[in-house]
């Protein structure tokens, strides 16, 4: 059954997609970081939307939505528009080109993701094998 | 959304005499040296110093120039108040200049937080001026510098769009004392990145033209120069053909041979044109069990025969290999001098560095863990890919 993007049940399908890919499990095996995933511009929810995931070593530890932005203070925050999300969702935008044109913003420490691009790369076909609804 | 980003190309005769027209006052020369041994580096001054320029020299650029040099010619950079940033050698000193450049502006950072995701805040009040001296590694085009973490024994790809070249000097003169060996190496360099530009997942329409362009020419003037280094029109047509790669380099990705000599390098420091060269046959294997397409593509383009996408593919690869022969290039690995025991003990490192290499993900075929290192121990081996 296919779930909202962003929602609390989405942020659960994603840490199952996570923690049951082992070419993410593989890639990801010396990551230590967590993030926040930002996304604005949701027609008819607050602006922004946040949600949380613990990653390390592999594995999602922990994912959820997160109402008040100060209760983590994630390694990695990655802000854009829904739209742009839904495009990296489906597959229609190469993540890594999204970082360098900047349509996905990415504050943290930088050495990290220019180490491990095939994680990052991993994580965002995980994303992919999650079927997503948006709001319209 | 994507760019097509290049600098203003001053090409052919004279290029050199461009430096006399730029606009600045302080100009320092990020070069190695070898070009100040060879005179290569008073051939930049004059013109620098007719135009009314102060210039410093900055000649210790090693080959594969790592985080702690850069950092050095940053800080002499700014010592002077250079306003333009020359870049004078190879790919190593090339790739110093851009980071130089960026560190010259931005002393709060290190090379490591240079990197093409973050805007860099950069103005004008330094500029960044390539001169190539050898014709392949297509450095003076872009804005990706390699650099080594001496520590971590590895290659970073690091770099920022905003601090791509303003002028790329591409005059075939200074290519014209390339030792043989050396035309090969830098040539095949060439080769290698426009065929891996082409067929890489990030090709574009922009990007295609000068690539085949490149690698014809490559094929038609790489023996002659290799032959005759005094045959000023191959000379230029090579000059031309590495920075017609190099649009690719700035505005595509390359991919699995590079992947491969990244880490290999980051390792054994072997010449990185060569070991690109070595790896290509192999890594093209590879890729065209999945997607023969793009390869045959460019062997139609060059004329070569076939009957099918996966005959004409293979034809460009023994295109390739007649090629190496033709410019006595090694064929695999073990020629790259690198002892046997040695390598494999390096195998795990070599694998995760080549896996987290930022040219990896953009092949066509992207190979896991187990099939990395089988292309290392066959490209070590000289054994045909059959997986
Ligand atoms: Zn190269």
Redesign the pocket.
């Given at each position: 059954m296919s779930v909202m993007f962003p929602s609390s049940e989405w942020t659960v399908e994603f840490q199952k997609a996570l923690n049951t890919n082992p070419v993410y499990a593989e890639a990801a095996r010396n990551w230590e970081g967590d993030f926040y995933f930002i996304v604005t511009n949701i027609p008819g929810q607050p602006d922004p939307t946040t949600m949380y995931a613990d990653l390390y070593h592999g594995k999602c530890r922990a994912a959820e939505l997160v109402d008040d932005d100060s209760v983590y203070n994630p390694a990695f925050r990655m802000t854009a528009p829904i739209g742009v999300w839904r495009k990296v969702i489906e597959k229609k935008m190469d993540p890594i080109q999204g970082l360098l044109t900047r349509q996905l913003k990415l504050h943290g420490d930088m050495v990290t993701i220019m180490k491990n691009v095939k994680a990052a790369k991993e994580l965002v076909n995980s994303l992919s094998t999650i079927d997503t609804q948006f709001p319209s | 959304m994507w760019y097509f980003q290049a600098p203003t190309v001053v090409y052919g005769e004279d290029a050199l005499s461009h430096l006399s027209t730029l606009e600045g006052t302080r100009a320092l020369i990020v070069t190695d040296a070898n070009m100040a041994k060879l005179g290569v580096v008073d051939r930049i001054r004059q013109p620098l110093e007719d135009g009314g320029f102060a210039v410093e020299v900055f000649a210790e650029v090693e080959p594969d120039p790592d985080t702690e040099t850069v950092s050095r010619a940053a800080e002499k950079a700014r010592d002077f108040g250079a306003d333009w940033i020359i870049g004078l050698g190879g790919?190593s000193p090339l790739d110093a200049a851009k980071m130089v450049r960026v560190l010259a502006e931005r002393p709060d950072l290190t090379p490591q937080d240079v990197n093409p995701i973050v805007p860099m805040g950069l103005t004008n009040a330094v500029r960044l001026c390539t001169i190539p001296t050898t014709s392949?590694?297509?450095a003076e085009a872009g804005w990706a510098c390699i650099i080594t973490d001496r520590a971590e024994k590895r290659k970073l790809v690091l770099g920022s769009r905003d601090a791509f070249p303003d002028v790329a000097i591409v005059d075939p003169a200074l290519a014209a004392g390339m030792p043989p060996w050396l035309t090969a190496d830098t040539g095949m360099?060439a080769l290698?990145?426009a065929i891996e530009i082409y067929t890489g997942s990030w090709h574009n329409d922009y990007v295609d033209g000068p690539a085949l362009m490149s690698i014809r020419l490559v094929f038609d003037y790489l023996p002659r120069a290799y032959r005759d280094g005094s045959d000023m029109e191959a000379r230029e047509k090579m000059a031309n053909a590495a920075t017609l790669a190099g649009f690719g380099l700035a505005n595509a990705n390359?991919g699995l041979a590079?992947a491969l000599?990244h880490s290999l390098g980051g390792v054994f420091h072997p010449p990185?044109?060569r070991t690109?060269c070595v790896f290509l046959p192999y890594t093209m294997q590879f890729c065209i069990k999945d997607a023969p397409e793009r390869y045959a593509d460019i062997a139609r383009f060059l004329g070569l025969p076939g009957e099918t996408d996966a005959e004409r593919a293979q034809a460009l690869i023994e295109a390739v290999q007649q090629l190496q022969v033709e410019v006595g290039q090694p064929q695999d690995v073990r020629s790259l001098k690198i002892p046997e025991d040695q390598f494999h003990a390096e195998m795990d490192h070599l694998v995760a560095s080549a896996e987290a290499d930022a040219t990896m993900f953009t092949s066509p075929r992207v190979p896991d863990s187990a099939e990395v290192a089988r292309l290392f121990e066959y490209a070590y081996q000289g054994r045909a890919i059959d997986f």
């Open positions: - | 790919g392949g590694t297509g360099d290698v990145h390359i590079h000599a990185h044109g690109t």
